[in-house]
């Protein structure tokens, strides 16, 4: 997923991408954690600054042993 060079998507894409709101992908750019610009009124994240291909997504990282949410595992 991840493109050489730069581009640049819509923030719905990226809050896709990161598996995440729309609220906290502006929240992201506006602490700097994101690079973006803001094209006729709206918001766009540059897609180097996502870095997926360094970031684990939560349905990555599994609990030796669960198997589901229970809620014992305590990984929940």
């Known amino acids: 997923m ?4 730069t581009s640049f998507v819509p923030i719905a894409e990226a809050a896709q991408l ?5 609220m906290r992908v502006l929240m992201m750019l506006k602490k700097n954690e994101l690079q973006g610009k803001m094209v006729d009124d709206a918001w766009y994240v ?3 600054s996502l870095q997926l291909c ?6 990555d ?6 198997g589901g949410c229970g809620g014992g595992c305590g990984g929940h």
């Open 2 to 5: 991840c493109e050489a060079g």
């Open 46 to 48: 540059d897609r180097s």
């Open 61 to 66: 990282i599994v609990k030796p042993g669960c």
């Open 54 to 59: 360094e970031k684990p997504k939560a349905s």
């Open 18 to 22: 990161l598996e995440t709101t729309e």
